[in-house]
């Protein structure tokens, strides 16, 4: 089934795994191409018409696993979410001290989890290790067979977004990642594309920004919370901070 015909243009996926095999040519649900490796597990988590959407780069080895296993609501940010809290809680998203794990459930209304490439990527490294962070992400954009499932899978669930969404959260601060992510929104947007600083742009209404990755292997990421603007993370904190609109995601489901 082709995906496009199961969303709305004014939703994104409901709560749920989701029936995508556009990069999938045959049954099997692997692709290893070259040093990449797809596994065909997608799935979204909390509102299809949700005020903000909230993105990591794709599923890590930890939460590709929790597939196979266990509920379907803890699959998401595994081992990361109390880093995604902190980070959500100072962008506004969530009240402070509140956790996210209470709102990656279908019930949700206002807050929409997922990733760039809905699938599990990863790459296969010089010390013979599948990879699916860190070096990876930014590569993921230059290296053909990668960039081909970035670009579709961008194009498949990243425009249109519904009218409800006003803030795109992007997970990921490196400078390769972000000129990746921000030529890829412009390739989407086209002339609705407008730059408003290093670590955000703008199609429309809607506003995209970069924050600290909550894995446990961004070394970067206490510096960034604390927001010192002399230092290059805290920079970028500040950059965000600036950018991000007025929510009421804070006020309830």
Not at 88 to 102: A, F, H, T, Y
Not at 121 to 146: N, Q, W
Not at 182 to 193: E, K, N, P, S, W
Not at 245 to 253: E, F, K, Y
């Amino acid at each position: 089934m082709d995906v496009q015909s199961t969303l709305s243009h004014a939703q994104l996926p409901t709560h749920g795994p989701i029936a995508c095999r556009k990069c999938f040519s045959n049954a099997e649900p692997v692709i290893d191409e070259g040093p990449w490796r797809a596994v065909n597990d997608p799935g979204a988590w909390g509102s299809h018409s949700p005020e903000v959407l909230v993105l990591g780069f794709s599923k890590g080895f930890t939460q590709a696993l929790a597939v196979r296993s266990g509920p379907f609501e803890a699959i998401p940010f595994k081992r990361m979410r109390p880093r995604l809290s902190e980070v959500l809680q100072v962008l506004g998203v969530l009240r402070k001290g509140e956790q996210v794990d209470i709102r990656m459930v279908a019930t949700e209304r206002a807050i929409a989890f997922g990733s760039l490439v809905r699938c599990s990527l990863s790459r296969y490294d010089a010390k013979k290790k599948h990879l699916c962070t860190g070096e990876i992400m930014a590569k993921a954009f230059t290296e053909p067979v990668a960039a081909s499932i970035v670009k579709r899978c961008a194009e498949t669930y990243l425009k249109p977004l519904p009218p409800s969404v006003k803030l795109v959260v992007m997970l990921g601060t490196d400078d390769r990642y972000m000129k990746g992510c921000r030529q890829m929104v412009q390739a989407l947007y086209g002339t609705a594309f407008t730059s408003l600083n290093e670590v955000a742009y703008q199609t429309g209404p809607v506003i995209w920004v970069h924050v600290s990755h909550p894995s446990g292997l961004n070394g970067y990421h206490g510096e960034w919370m604390a927001g010192n603007p002399t230092t290059k993370q805290g920079r970028k904190h500040r950059l965000a901070m600036g950018v991000v609109p007025t929510l009421t995601t804070v006020r309830g489901r």
